[in-house]
């Protein structure tokens, strides 16, 4: 098979899984998640193939795999929609498809599989438990299969497919399509336990904001589209196409076209990958199963939207402007998130403002140039988060075996102060969960996070981009801190509640995918050693190498530093230092002094949001355009008219239908004086005839117009 | 000759009108076999002239039909009917529709509540037919007069068929109003086309109301002339094409003449809602654009900017309205206006993108809101309410009409692989070649039209069953399920295969650009 079909064959199974699951086997709860998992092994399968086809390709970056069909006609052309691989796109295939293949898996025992079916459990409502009774007679609640279990894996399959056919796409259209799957798969997702209030909320509200997101991008594509007559990638990104977009000038903001284009588009990039302004959703998506968290918030639905931009580079790069407002967004989300995130108590909610200040990272990097570093930490951060993603639900899923034992159910399985000494009940998720950590905090030479963080520092540093580095910097170091106050508070110490005594370590489906990704959250940093690493003379970096070929002009290698060295040192230590130091002696919320309402209450953004856009939009919507202008203004005129012509109408009845006409004939057909009529509404005469009448007046009328200005012109 | 399969598209249903009108009114499972029978002979021939429209042969129409009806000295009317690209898709629809309403329409005598039309089957299946012979006719039609008579065949039974099946509450006030703007708005096109008639006669010396002949006469020069118009000299064209244009556009809920479509939507029972919405304000645009912009197509372009601010208006204040309405019915046709305001947006434009988008926003518009008629008919045939917040949980006793209005709204909201996605990235795409900032405020009705959708849905469909209606909610019959398969099929293929339409209303858009000037 070629390269090239292959290609096209990477994001079916996921989509087929879907299809077949909700046809044909969502009864059968084994069959389903085989069907569903077998789709992602397939999936991986191809994409390790295309890997290593495209590892042995020389210069693929001019060179890709590329292959496309017609879909649209477009006039005399047709619209091509096709698929390609190149270095980025290779790159990002690896880690897409080996955490979507972690995930899937991971859900089978997530999601309960072999446990009873629980006592109380309904459809749409996280499972409650079940009952069963041992050999001795002993009753023990255990945990019960989640009861849309297959519906589950239908849904990731879909997600799946929406994230491939983002990947593999040649063009802005497809890749857009991949990208809207993915934000209703969010929607479905999130809302997966329709049952709770909460959770329908949340999965409208991140479909809205998104959405929001979209519609900018999709202006982005129009103008695009209008201003080049393409949206495929390689022939927007040509040397004549760009100067031409550049030469375009929109007259917004000094922008030029490129720039605005680019603009447009990362509002997409915004929305989806949770940026501040738009950052409001992705916290609140917490109310999803966790293996969704970890889906949407680590390796897919928000790596889509930094890699949009990663891929939009070429176009994004040519205004000075657009880069700066992208540097500026990326830097401000990254330490903005970071402090949201120390004082949050949820262990998934502290995870998902790391997500969002993560994100940022990326985003500052690109917008300072650093193309390679911010595809780099993409990476690395969508393995180590997943990671973490998937180890907080590891914990979770033990608290709640804690809660069951307990039967204590106000014990909330996801607060951290509720946990403590977790790391003897449950090791495997404890040492994963701490490579995850430490991943993130940008551990020393050991782990992926560093050398990817290291990496955006080093750029920041040597562009001279000093607002940028220092803030990181202070990001880094706040990452590093609420990163050890989480390992702290939920393994270290001695267990503060009973439920944390109780709690248990999980399934092998759950912490196999979770040793996978630990393999990752160290190695996958030493692909990207750079070659100048303490001045060493190290083989030269093959992430960068590779990756690098993606674009036109090879980026440089920048000259080694000590300074970003020692800085990303420091803060990552120091950071994680700090983090034991304090909270090995907290042991409940009030002690904790980051407990500040500023904080734990997101900046107010929800609040703000509520009065600033939501009720405006309504007041505009149901006072103004409905009430005043649609039911006053355009039906107010229409109730004038109505009994103004039925006034005529009635007139002509009256006085000379009936009168003149009637009585001189004298047929006294005295039925056809009908009453007025009911009066439903002023309009309602409820005779025909007259708007027939008036019909014909207008007609008469203007007739004799028509005829005296035809005549009048000839 | 040839078979004049457009003919007997027509007339099947006026014959099977007749016919239903001949059994006796108490055989109601007759009539509605026989308009079962009809409906799917008239969708088996609409999908055949589909299927043998030749895209590539010749871009003008085909399936000609030509006889003099009527030729009294200087009056001159054929029996002239064809098809092109943008009328054919528009056939097969009109045929899903009546094949879908006649099925949705047979309910049954449920003890719970009748479904479907219980209630004079007979008189209802004549009316349904009466008006979906005249819309079948609008769309074939090549001569003027015939045009004109077909469209008040389609309008005048909706009067009957919303006042006396309707919903008791408004349906009086509903047909009427109803009644007055189509009434107005036919005779002041009426007024503009006779403008024509008499011009382009008066400049060749023959006096016809053919179409094809008339826009001979037009590219022919024979409407450059000046009218006086108040004292002032003003081109033909720019006078008479606001008439034309607007009074068939009234019909295809233009702003700001598209309050009577929410409310006749609202009063209409389900099969009429289906049709009305569907086609019948297809048959505006459509009417609007054959008439206005192929016969005038200079007006069209001095007017086009009037057109596209009409049309931005309605998209993003349909939309608005929409998202406040609390009855199911109301959302939908306020969601109407919005996205017929996007067929209009894409007429406006003028360029191929828009006008092929405008062709396909046609069909998909008109295939997605006959589905959510029909399944919020279901509903209300069932809870006996409307109102969204009366509602809830309705995906359990009623999956395959979730489902479908599932399906509706990914479409409604543009999503990729659906067919409005098709319809209106092209439409987006033209506009933006003319007019961005029309493009950008349109927008935002993308992100509106998401949040009604995506909260009537969480709302009538998920969630809790009402207490009193817990035990009261009968299934849905196979029928039912056959109808909602059948346009979500519709919906899904176009979305992921807009080459079984887009190249046919392409070879449409070419011969009007061909009118308008230059490709």
Known sequence: MTTETLIWLIPLPPALAFFLIVLFTNKNKALSHSVGVGAAVLSWLASMVVFFRALGVEHLGEHPFVSSVNWLPTGDTWFKIGVAIDPLGAAVLFFVSITIFMIFLYSVGYHNFGQPKGDHDRAGLPPHGATVTDEQGHKHTVPSVEPMYSRFFAFLGLFAFGMYTLVVSDNLLTMFVGWEIMGLCSYLLIGFWYGKPSARAAAIKAFMTTRIGDVFMLLGIAFLYSATGTLTFREIFTEEMLQHLVSIDPHFLGLTGAGLIGLLLFIGTVGKSAQWPLHVWLPDAMEGPTPVSAMIHAATMVSAGVYAVIRMFPLLSLDHNTMTVVAFIGTFTAIFAATIAVAQNDIKRVLAYSTISQLGFMIAALGIGAYVAAAFHLITHAFFKALLFLGSGSVIHGMEHGVLHTGNHSVDPQDMFNMGGLRKKMPITFWTFLIGGFALSGFPLLTAGFWSKDEILADAWANGHLVVFVTLALAAFMTAFYTMRQITLTFLGEPRTKEAEHAQETPWTMTVPLMVLSVFAIGYGWVGIPENFLNLQLAPSWFHEFVGGTLAEHPEVIPFNPIPLIVSLVVALGGLLLGWLYYRNVNSAKEDFFQIPLLKNKYYFDEAYQVVFIKPVIWLSEVFTYKWLDQGLIDGILHFFGPATGGIGGFIRQYIDLKVINEFIGDGLAAVTQETGRTLRPIQTGRIQQYMMLSLVILAVVGALLYFMLGAGL | ?519
């Open chain 2, 1 to 519: 000759m040839n078979f004049p399969v457009l003919s007997v598209i027509v007339f099947t249903p006026l014959v099977a009108a007749v016919l239903i009108l001949l059994i006796p009114a108490d055989r109601k499972n007759e009539v509605r076999t026989t308009a079962l029978v009809a409906s799917v002979f008239a969708l088996a021939l609409s999908v055949w002239v589909y299927a043998q429209y030749a895209i590539n042969a010749y871009t003008g129409y085909q399936f000609i039909e030509k006889m003099t009806w009527l030729s009294v000295g200087n009056l001159h009317i054929d029996y002239h009917v064809g098809v092109d690209g943008m009328s054919a898709p528009l056939v097969l629809l009109t045929g899903i529709v009546m094949f879908t309403g006649v099925l949705i329409s047979w309910g049954k005598d449920d003890p719970h509540g009748p479904t479907g039309i219980q209630d004079r089957p007979r008189e209802f299946f004549a009316f349904l037919f009466l008006l979906a012979g005249g819309v079948f006719g609008v769309f074939v039609s090549l001569d003027l007069f015939l045009l004109f008579f077909f469209y008040e065949i389609a309008v005048f039974p909706m009067y009957l068929l919303i006042a006396i099946w309707g919903w008791v509450k408004t349906r009086e006030y509903a047909a009427m109003k109803l009644t007055l703007y189509l009434f107005i708005g036919s005779v002041v096109a009426l007024i503009g086309a006779l403008a024509m008639y008499w011009t382009a006669g008066q400049a060749t010396g023959t006096y016809t109301f053919d179409m094809l002949k008339i826009s001979e006469a037009q590219q022919a020069g024979a409407f450059n002339g000046l009218v006086n118009f108040f004292g002032a000299q003003v081109p033909f064209q720019v006078v008479w094409f606001l008439p034309v244009f607007l009074g068939f556009a009234v019909l295809g809920g233009i702003w700001p003449f598209h309050n009577w479509s929410p409310d006749g939507h609202v009063a209409a029972p389900t099969a009429v809602s289906m049709f009305h919405a569907g086609v019948l304000m297809k048959l505006g645009a459509f009417a609007a654009l054959r008439v206005g912009i192929m016969l005038l197509p200079d007006g069209a372009k001095y007017w086009a900017w009037l057109i596209m601010l009409f049309a931005t208006v309605a998209v993003v204040y349909g939309a608005y309205i929409a998202f406040v309405q609390t009855d199911m019915k109301y959302m939908i046709g306020f969601s109407s206006v919005s996205h017929m305001g996007l067929v209009m947006f894409g007429l406006s434009t003028l360029n191929r993108d828009g006008l092929t988008g405008a062709g396909l926003q046609m069909f998909s518009h008109g295939v997605m809101t006959a589905l959510f008629f029909a399944v919020t008919g279901m509903i209300y045939d069932r809870a006996h309410t409307r109102q969204i917040p009366e509602l809830g949980g309705m995906i359990k006793p009623l999956p395959w009409a979730a489902v479908g209005f599932i399906i509706g709204g990914l479409v409604s909201m543009g999503m990729p692989f659906f067919s409005g996605f098709v319809a209106e990235f092209p439409i987006f795409m033209g506009v933006w070649q003319v007019m961005p900032i029309a493009a950008i405020i349109a927008s935002i009705s993308i992100v509106i039209t998401a949040a009604y959708i995506m909260n009537n849905i969480r709302r009538v469909f998920f969630g809790e069953v009402p207490a009193n209606l817990e035990g009261h909610i009968s299934p849905i019959t196979a029928l039912d399920k056959v109808a909602i398969a059948t346009l979500c099929l519709l919906m899904v293929a176009l979305g992921l295969f807009p080459w079984l339409m887009a190249p046919m209303i392409q070879s449409g858009v070419n011969s009007i650009l061909t009118l308008l000037g230059g490709a």
